[in-house]
């Protein structure tokens, strides 16, 4: 029985997606839930998988082509097996085989051309000894000089049976060939730049900078950092500090935890703190829902879960929708100092950085501390300078401090 095989429903704020990966190839046997096909959007990449046993027919959508919610990209038989690969499959296979014996002309680099153009000679009587047949500049060179006989000619054509050929590990590298690549930019890095973009130009962006001494929150980590993984399971890091101290901050600094909707001011009853991540696939941000009613357990365990979903590319779009401040951590990069880019539609973000040891006066004697900057970048539409500075200096105190967010004081 043949099904259709469609594109996941999307919410409203995807237009559409773009077909990323077929896991399947037409005729190929599928098992029930085996995944078919990725199907990547603005935000997330969404997976199709096979609705029963049988076998994938047709595929309608290839890949790189844009598909709308709901739409069928592929055809799948159920119950169906691989040896009944349909008629088209095995005819688009034919002149694949015979073809073989054409012997086409082969791929030069541009150094390559360049020489065989000046001595005019035919491409397709040189062997290429580079990545997949390629002529090189040396393999011209060895045609010339050996009267078309290549002493390093690929080791494939003689290699035994069983072995495994060494062609693309001994190809040849030579100096002055500049290779380039070129591939298409993904649907997440795109909405990223462009969403980049827009901050800049719709935002009165600005940036406060702060010192904070991390000693004693280093101190109070390494005390209680083995019970607090054997209690809870997850290891206690700094970013949880970091959130708690952002969310007692906002509710003393309401506005920072605002923002602008038309000509109006959004004030938002509650903490949602987005934690920027980075991915193979891009930058991408999970929210912490309702930090305010978190343990430093549970927003560790949720930002390694975050972290985990990031590189498996399984983030949800319900776990990337919206928030009302965010924290971005360069430091885990080395970055020493940086100014972060603002998240639409929120009016701050908060820019933590690496923890270097630094000569500081403290009570008029020098000691070596612990010390980290912080970088507040916020919408001067909506954040007078004495608003930021003194969010910043709060989050400050309070980690300078930790016992402040258990006294709120």
């Known amino acids: 029985m043949a099904t259709e095989i469609k594109a996941p429903t999307f919410p409203e704020s995807v237009a559409d997606g773009t077909v990323a990966t077929w896991h399947k190839k037409p005729g190929?046997?599928?098992?029930?839930?085996?995944?078919?096909?990725?199907?990547?959007?603005?935000?997330?990449?969404?997976?199709?998988?096979?609705?029963?046993?049988?076998?994938?027919?047709?595929?309608?959508?290839?890949?790189?082509?844009?598909?709308?919610?709901?739409?069928?990209?592929?055809i799948f038989e159920e119950g169906a097996s691989a040896g009944t690969a349909p008629a088209s499959v095995e005819a688009s296979a034919a002149p694949v085989a015979s073809s073989e014996a054409i012997k086409e002309e082969p791929v030069l680099h541009p150094a390559a051309?360049?020489?065989?153009?000046?001595?005019?000679?035919?491409?397709?009587?040189?062997?290429?000894?580079?990545?997949?047949g390629r002529v090189t500049k040396e393999d011209v060179v060895r045609h010339v000089e050996g009267g078309g006989q290549v002493s390093s000619a690929p080791a494939a054509a003689s290699t035994p049976v069983g072995s495994t050929p060494q062609v693309e590990a001994t190809a040849p590298v030579f100096a002055g060939e500049r290779v380039e690549k070129r591939?298409?930019?993904?649907?997440?890095?795109?909405?990223?730049?462009?969403?980049?973009?827009?901050?800049?130009?719709?935002a009165a962006m600005l940036t406060t900078f702060n010192e904070i001494n991390m000693k004693p929150v280093m101190e109070l980590r390494a005390q209680y950092k083995d019970m607090f993984?054997?209690?809870?399971?997850?290891?206690l890091?700094?970013?949880?500090?970091?959130?708690?101290?952002?969310?007692?901050?906002?509710?003393?600094?309401?506005?920072?935890?605002?923002?602008?909707?038309?000509?109006?001011?959004?004030?938002?009853?509650?903490?949602?703190?987005?934690?920027?991540v980075s991915s193979d696939r891009g930058l991408v941000v999970p929210v912490l829902r309702d930090t305010e009613d978190m343990s430093l357990a549970d927003i560790e365990a949720k930002i390694r879960e975050f972290g985990k979903k990031a590189m498996d590319g399984k983030l949800g779009i319900d776990e990337m929708t919206g928030g009302t401040f965010t924290i971005s951590n360069g430091g885990v990069f080395g970055s020493l100092l940086s100014?972060?880019?603002?998240?639409?539609?929120?009016?701050?973000?908060?820019?933590?950085?690496?923890?270097?040891?630094?000569?500081?006066?403290?009570?008029?004697?020098?000691?070596?501390?612990?010390?980290?900057?912080?970088?507040l970048s916020y919408d001067h539409r909506?954040?007078?300078?004495?608003e930021a500075v003194t969010f910043l200096v709060t989050i400050k105190e309070l980690l300078e401090d930790p016992a402040r967010m258990l006294l709120d004081v």
Do not use: W
């Open 183 to 202: 591939v298409p930019m993904t649907r997440l890095r795109a909405k990223v730049a462009e969403r980049l973009v827009q901050a800049q130009q719709n």
């Open 28 to 74: 190929e046997q599928c098992q029930r839930d085996e995944l078919l096909v990725d199907i990547e959007t603005d935000k997330v990449v969404l997976e199709v998988v096979a609705p029963a046993d049988g076998v994938l027919s047709e595929i309608i959508k290839p890949e790189g082509e844009v598909v709308l919610s709901s739409e069928v990209v592929g």
């Open 229 to 235: 993984e054997k209690r809870h399971g997850v290891r």
């Open 382 to 386: 909506l954040l007078d300078g004495k």
């Open 113 to 132: 051309r360049r020489m065989a153009d000046e001595k005019g000679l035919d491409p397709a009587a040189i062997t290429g000894t580079g990545k997949g």
């Open 237 to 276: 890091g700094f970013m949880s500090f970091f959130v708690k101290a952002c969310v007692e901050a906002l509710r003393r600094h309401p506005v920072v935890n605002a923002s602008i909707d038309g000509n109006d001011i959004v004030y938002h009853g509650y903490q949602d703190i987005g934690v920027a």
């Open 339 to 375: 100014t972060p880019i603002l998240n639409p539609p929120q009016s701050a973000i908060l820019g933590m950085h690496k923890i270097q040891d630094r000569p500081m006066a403290v009570n008029g004697k020098v000691e070596i501390l612990p010390m980290m900057y912080l970088a």
